[in-house]
C-alpha cells in the first residue's frame, strides 16, 4: 500500500462519499498524480453522477510542472482512462497563479495553484473536507509548522475536517493542537492524521464583496443581448438546466462588436504577472475548454494554430523580454520569435521579432455566438428593445419574479442578465464607456500572400472565412458615430504596413469594413456578476466611516435574480466564458472558478467601494 491508499484509508473518506453531494480535497505541496487518481476513482465509483468533487492542488510552478506533465502525458497514451485522458489535454502552463480543469463534464473540478503556498491558501475561500500536507523541501516544512500557515487552514476548514501529513515532532503538533486539529495518530510509517474538533468564525475580509445568495434551483432565465457576453452566460444557464430566454434589439445575433469577422485570442502577458495578466490567463483558458471542442467538430469557424504579437517598438520589445525573463513564460505558452521565425509562422515578410503563443489563434465570434444559441434550453427573440426592468417583490431575500419591459411586450422569468453590450438601457450606473472600433475587410485580391495565422501589431490581423483577412481596430474616443470611414480604413492599413510590409496592395477608398462599439471600463476589466441594491449600498457602505473593524460591516445585499456580464472591451473572446462560468457559481450556489481575489476584480461594484475605502464616505 502506497503513502496516498494508507493516508486514505486513515481518513476514512470514502465512506463519506456515498451521499455527499460535493467533497472539497486540498493537497498543499505535490509528488505525483497517486492521491489524486485515488480520490478520483473512488469518488467516481461512490458517489452519485450528480455530485462534484473539488480538488486542489497547490505548489511551486517547477515542482508542479514537473511532477504533474510528464506523468500525466505518458500515462494517459497507455490507457483507456477517460480522466487521465481530458487531463492530459488540459494541463494548464506553469505560470504564476490559479488554473481551473473540468473533468469528466464538470464532476470533478482540479484547481491548481503555482506560487507562494502561504499565499495560495490565502487565495482561497471554501471549505475544506480533507487536507493533505507533503512537504517537498525545508521551507515548506517551516512554512506547514508556523502559525500563520494553521490559521489560513482552520479558516478554509470546517467542524471534523481532517488533515494528513508526514510523521511530525512535537513542535508540529503543539502546533496543531493549538490551532484546534485534533491529533489522532503520528507514526513514522502511516503518518499523521489530525481532526478539526470545533469551527471558528472568521469575519470575511471583505463584506462588500460577499457573494449574492444563490438562486440554485434551475427556472427561467432572461439574457438581454445576444452578443458573445449574452451568448455565452445563456449556453452556461441552458447547460445548469435553465430554461433561457435571449432578448435581442437587432434582427440578427452578434450585430454589434461582437460581429467581426474574426477576433484575436491570446493572454495578456506583462512583466510583473499583475492582476489584469491572471484574470485574463484564466479567461482565456476558459475560452479554449468551451471553443475547442466546436472547432474539432467544424461548428464554428477559427484556428488555434498560434498567434504572434509583434515587438513594434522599442517599449514594446523591452516589455515582452521582461515578461520571458521575470515571469518565466513556459516555452509552449510562450515564446521569442525572430523577425525570419515570424515570417515563417505568418507567411511572409515581417519587419518585428515578438513573442510566440502556440495556443493562441483566431476565431469568427458569429459562429462563437451562433453555438452558444444553439441549445434546446435557448429561445433568442430579436427586435425587442428592452426599455425597463421590474420585479414583483421588495423582499431582498424572498425570491422575485423579474419583469423586462420591451416595446410591446412585458417578458417574466425568475432571473436576468443583463448583457447589453457598449450602450446599455437598463444599467445605466456603472462606469461602462463606449469605445468606436473599426476594422477593414480584405478580400484574397488585396493580399499579397495568405495570413497563415493571426497576428497583433499596432492592432491585429487575422485569417477569416472564404479566404478573407481583416485588420484593425480603430480607436476611436469619443465618437459615437457608427458610419465606416475611409480614414479609419487608412489608419489600419497604415497600422499593419509597419509590420508587414509587403501583404497587401490596395487603397484605404477600395475596402470595406465595419464598425462596432466596444464596452469599455476605468480599470480595463469586465464586470461580472450580481448587481448589488445601490440604496442599501449607500446606506450601509459610502455614507459610512471606511475606517471601522470589518466584522462591523454588514455583508453585501444584492438584487437578488439580477446579474450583469459587460465591459468585456476589445478582449471579449478571452473573458466572456470565464463571466459565464462565475454567473453560473453565484446562480447555483457553487464554488466559483476564480479566488477571491479574481472574483473581486471584477465585481459590479468595485468602483463605488474602491473609492469609498480609499476617502471616506462618498
Known amino acids: 500500500m502506497n503513502q496516498a491508499q494508507t493516508w486514505l484509508e486513515k481518513l476514512a473518506i470514502q465512506a463519506r462519499f456515498h451521499h455527499a453531494n460535493s467533497f472539497t480535497f486540498a493537497e498543499v505541496g505535490f509528488t505525483d498524480l497517486a492521491l489524486f487518481l485515488d480520490v478520483a476513482a473512488r469518488w467516481q465509483a461512490l458517489s452519485n453522477k450528480h455530485a462534484k468533487l473539488h480538488y ?309 465570434p458569429p459562429s462563437v455566438v451562433a453555438c452558444c444559441l444553439d441549445h434546446n434550453n435557448i429561445e433568442v427573440v430579436y427586435e425587442q428593445q428592452a426599455q425597463a426592468l421590474s420585479r414583483r417583490t421588495q423582499e431582498h431575500n424572498a425570491h422575485p419574479i423579474w419583469n423586462l419591459h420591451t416595446q410591446n411586450k412585458i417578458w417574466q422569468a425568475d432571473m436576468v442578465v443583463l448583457a447589453e453590450g457598449a450602450l446599455p438601457t437598463l444599467d445605466k450606473t456603472l462606469p461602462i464607456r463606449p469605445l468606436k472600433g473599426q476594422v477593414t475587410h480584405l478580400n484574397p485580391n488585396h493580399q499579397a500572400w495568405s495570413l497563415k495565422r493571426a497576428v497583433s501589431h499596432r492592432g491585429y490581423s487575422a485569417p477569416a472565412p472564404n479566404g478573407l483577412a481583416v485588420t484593425g481596430a480603430t480607436f476611436e474616443a469619443p465618437s459615437l458615430d457608427p458610419q465606416v470611414s475611409v480614414q479609419g480604413h487608412q489608419f489600419n492599413l497604415d497600422s499593419v504596413a509597419s509590420s508587414l510590409p509587403d501583404w497587401l496592395d490596395v487603397k484605404a477608398q477600395a475596402v470595406t469594413g465595419r464598425v462596432g462599439f466596444r464596452p469599455t471600463t476605468p480599470d480595463h476589466l469586465p464586470v461580472i456578476g450580481g448587481l448589488v441594491d445601490s440604496d442599501w449600498l449607500e446606506s450601509a457602505y459610502l455614507s459610512q466611516s471606511h475606517t471601522q473593524a470589518l466584522f462591523k460591516y454588514p455583508p453585501q445585499c444584492y438584487q437578488r435574480g439580477l446579474y450583469i456580464s459587460n465591459g468585456h472591451g476589445a478582449r471579449g473572446l478571452m473573458s466572456v466564458f470565464l463571466a459565464a462560468k462565475i454567473i453560473r457559481a453565484d446562480v447555483m450556489g457553487q464554488d466559483l472558478p476564480v479566488v477571491p481575489s479574481l472574483y473581486v476584480a471584477t465585481h459590479p461594484a468595485r468602483f463605488k467601494i474602491r473609492e469609498w475605502r480609499r476617502h471616506g464616505p462618498i
Do not use: C
Open 56 to 364: 486542489f492542488i497547490l505548489e511551486t510552478p517547477p515542482l508542479l510542472i514537473e511532477r504533474l506533465d510528464a506523468p500525466v502525458r505518458l500515462r494517459s497514451e497507455d490507457t483507456n482512462d477517460a480522466l487521465l485522458k481530458e487531463l492530459s489535454a488540459q494541463l494548464p502552463n506553469a505560470l504564476p497563479g490559479w488554473h481551473q480543469v473540468s473533468l469528466l463534464d464538470g464532476q470533478i473540478e482540479l484547481s491548481l495553484f503555482f506560487g507562494d503556498l502561504l499565499q495560495g491558501v490565502t487565495d482561497l475561500d471554501i471549505k475544506v473536507d480533507a487536507w493533505v500536507l507533503q512537504p517537498n523541501t525545508k521551507p515548506d516544512n517551516t512554512l506547514f509548522g508556523s502559525p500563520a500557515f494553521m490559521t489560513q487552514l482552520r479558516r478554509q476548514s470546517q467542524k471534523n475536517t481532517q488533515l494528513a501529513t508526514l510523521y511530525q515532532d512535537e513542535k508540529w503538533v503543539r502546533t496543531f493542537e493549538k490551532s484546534g486539529f485534533h491529533v489522532q495518530s503520528n507514526h513514522v510509517d502511516t503518518g499523521l492524521i489530525a481532526q478539526l474538533k470545533g469551527e471558528r468564525r472568521f469575519s470575511s475580509k471583505a463584506p462588500w464583496f460577499d457573494r449574492p445568495l444563490a438562486l440554485k434551483k434551475p427556472g427561467s432565465a432572461i439574457v438581454v443581448g445576444a452578443g458573445l457576453a449574452g451568448a455565452s452566460v445563456a449556453y452556461e444557464l441552458a447547460e445548469a438546466g435553465w430554461t433561457v430566454r435571449v432578448i435581442e434589439t437587432n434582427k440578427k445575433p452578434a450585430d454589434g462588436a461582437s460581429g467581426n469577422l474574426a477576433g484575436a485570442l491570446h493572454p495578456l502577458v506583462t512583466a510583473d504577472w499583475n492582476l489584469r495578466s491572471q484574470w485574463y490567463l484564466q479567461g482565456f483558458e476558459a475560452t479554449l475548454a468551451r471553443v475547442k471542442p466546436w472547432l474539432e467538430a467544424n461548428k464554428l469557424a477559427g484556428k488555434l494554430n498560434g498567434l504572434v504579437h509583434l515587438a513594434v517598438d522599442q517599449k514594446n520589445h523591452q516589455r515582452m523580454q521582461e515578461a520571458l525573463n521575470r515571469v518565466g513564460l513556459p516555452h509552449a505558452f510562450a515564446h521569442w520569435v525572430e523577425p525570419d521565425q515570424a515570417s515563417k509562422l505568418l507567411g511572409g515578410k515581417v519587419s518585428q521579432a515578438g513573442l510566440f503563443f502556440p495556443q493562441a489563434g483566431w476565431l469568427n
